[in-house]
T-cell receptor, first 115, second 110 residues
Framework: EAGVTQFPSHSVIEKGQTVTLRCDPISGHDNLYWYRRVMGKEIKFLLHFVKESKQDESGMPNNRFLAERTGGTYSTLKVQPAELEDSGVYFC?????????????FGPGTRLTVT | RKEVEQDPGPFNVPEGATVAFNCTYSNSASQSFFWYRQDCRKEPKLLMSVYSSGNEDGRFTAQLNRASQYISLLIRDSKLSDSATYLCVVRGGSNYKLTFGKGTLLTVNP
């Protein structure tokens, strides 16, 4: 069974540009999460989808970040315009259900560098 | 106060050593507790869940003290392949969000 995949693995962009990250969850997983780790900090939750619906986007830093999951399959996270402090590793995770016993499986992450 | 705090590390130990990781969490409503392992430039992977009664998986033992809001991980007879960052992770009751500590880097030396 394929795991969570993310694209691209690395992205280097200039401040003010736009970047779109993609996540393909494990097939059949309705729950999809985005997390982020900025340099020197812990991994932090950004948002949670159940199918195509946003359940919780309380961790989104500001309105420069837009996440979508059209059709309830893959998800995209767009940063527009990017700022220097957006640099970090963006992880996507998916789970079959929420709650005890349902592991969140993480993708390899997208390393974003804003220069 | 951070929601999840871990030993800052790093830890450097010889093969065969026993190493202990400690973690505290601030939200008393937290319901689920985990240790994740993250290899360099890789994704976090679940190492083990932590239960109130304590649990063991081979060389790994995890303990939870709800009264003290304290979680621990003990690795016995450490191997070179145990070298990684160990992340203490907590989840709330009806909350699916994982809250991570910063992680503790372990290097096991030959």
């Amino acid at each position: 069974e394929a795991g969570v995949t993310q694209f691209p693995s690395h992205s280097v962009i200039e401040k003010g540009q736009t970047v779109t990250l993609r996540c393909d969850p494990i097939s059949g997983h309705d729950n999809l999460y985005w997390y982020r780790r900025v340099m020197g900090k812990e991994i932090k939750f950004l948002l949670h989808f159940v199918k195509e619906s946003k359940q919780d986007e309380s961790g989104m830093p500001n309105n420069r970040f837009l996440a979508e999951r059209t059709g309830g399959t893959y998800s995209t996270l767009k940063v527009q315009p990017a700022e220097l402090e957006d640099s970090g590793v963006y992880f996507c995770a998916s789970s079959q259900e929420v709650g005890t016993g349902y592991e969140q499986y993480f993708g390899p992450g997208t390393r974003l560098t804003v220069t | 106060r951070k929601e999840v705090e871990q030993d800052p590390g790093p830890f450097n130990v010889p093969e065969g050593a026993t190493v202990a990781f400690n973690c505290t969490y601030s939200n008393s409503a937290s319901q689920s507790f985990f240790w994740y392992r993250q290899d360099c430039r890789k994704e976090p992977k679940l190492l083990m869940s932590v239960y109130s009664s304590g649990n063991e998986d081979g060389r790994f033992t995890a303990q939870l003290n709800r009264a003290s809001q304290y979680i621990s991980l003990l690795i016995r007879d450490s191997k070179l392949s145990d070298s990684a960052t160990y992340l203490c992770v907590v989840r709330g009751g009806s909350n699916y969000k994982l809250t991570f500590g910063k992680g503790t880097l372990l290097t096991v030396n030959p």
